[in-house]
């Protein structure tokens, strides 16, 4: 088991930026795969982005992101401090939800709220 805690969610104006956190602790040696998904009011969780990494490069990553926030988002991983964090810039009122960090398409976290208004 993986126990994750995110940060770094709040209040911003359309247009602005927000990073995430995600710290694992647990079993770490069993990660492949650290993301991000996100549900807002009434919608089903849907996937925003993820990282897999390969036994034979642990220090690289393949990267995949949903068409809605291609270009906006990037996600990264600091393997050194069992981190995974999601930069969001150009960020619009859809983006409107609460994000979850999960791992190995099992994991959760407890989730943290992002709201984007003016």
């Known amino acids: 088991q993986v126990q994750l805690v995110e940060s770094g969610g709040g209040l911003v104006q359309p247009g602005g930026s927000l990073r995430l956190s995600c710290a694992a602790s647990g079993n770490i040696r069993s990660i492949y795969v650290m993301g991000w998904y996100r549900q807002a009011p009434g919608k089903q969780r849907e996937f925003v982005a993820n990282l897999k990494t390969h036994p034979d490069n642990p220090g690289g990553g393949i990267t995949a992101y949903a068409t809605s926030v291609k270009g906006r988002f990037t996600i990264s991983r600091d393997n050194a401090k069992n981190t995974v964090t999601l930069q969001m810039n150009g960020l619009k009122p859809e983006d409107t939800a609460v994000y979850y960090c999960?791992?190995?398409?099992?994991?959760w976290g407890q989730g943290t709220q992002v709201t984007v208004s003016s």
């Open positions: 999960n791992t190995n398409y099992r994991d």
